[in-house]
């Protein structure tokens, strides 16, 4: 399953229920359109109204992740009697010669069991679009139910492959709005103690933090 996954560039993981789940990329591109959830700094609207947005703590970083500019990219096809097929590159030579002068040969190497040399380099150039330079990510995106009971839907529906908006803070709003896709989930579901102590173990907690790109 892996390596049909490493063949096509889709996306597989493992959701909330336990199901082992793959989204190939013209479905995952499709999703783009129609985000899941909507995360702004700003303060909780008024108790009972209606959750349009979900409050996030400001503690987050968006940053651009050098460790996944990939572009020295080749596509070797699989040959079930061991022969060394010719390997498939980005079309785009110009683009690519540009992005290894400025952030050095970041190698990325797939075995293809797809056969098709058409459909492989479709990969290759999509590899290159998507990650000849770098990619916003959004790191420490954190919510909290515990304080704030509404956010409850999002803490524990909240799934990786989910699309979102989030709108980065600024002083007196309207920061930018980005939309990322979910990539990892950190929960922590705590109960509180009648002693707190030095540890602060009676606190509660029902978060999630989450990593987006």
């Known amino acids: 399953v ?8 889709g996306m597989l993981y493992v959701d909330n229920n336990g199901n082992l789940t793959y989204w190939s990329r013209s479905h995952l591109a499709s999703q783009f359109s129609s985000p899941v959830w909507t995360l702004t700094p700003e303060a909780p609207p008024t108790p009972g109204a209606p959750l349009t947005a979900i409050p996030y703590y400001k503690e987050y970083r968006i940053v651009n992740d050098p460790q996944r500019i990939f572009n020295t990219i080749t596509i070797q096809p699989f040959a079930p009697n061991g022969e060394q097929l010719p390997l498939i590159t980005p079309t ?57 009971p509404a956010a409850f839907q999002f803490v524990l529906g909240v799934d990786v492959g989910d699309v979102l908006t989030l709108e980065e803070w600024q002083i007196g709003g309207g920061g930018q709005v980005f939309t990322l896709r979910v990539t990892m989930i950190n929960r922590k579901i705590r109960f509180g103690g009648q002693d707190e102590g030095d540890s602060g173990e009676g606190t509660v907690v029902a ?7």
């Open 2 to 9: 892996q390596a049909i996954q490493q063949s096509t560039s």
């Open 92 to 148: 785009d030579a110009t683009d690519v010669n540009a992005s290894q002068a400025r952030y050095g040969a970041q190698q990325f190497q797939v075995t293809s069991w797809l056969q098709n040399q058409a459909t492989m380099q479709l990969q290759a150039n999509f590899l290159f679009a998507n990650f000849g330079q770098p990619q916003t990510r959004a790191e420490n995106i954190r919510v909290d139910a515990a304080p704030y």
């Open 207 to 213: 978060s999630t933090e989450l990593t987006c790109d």
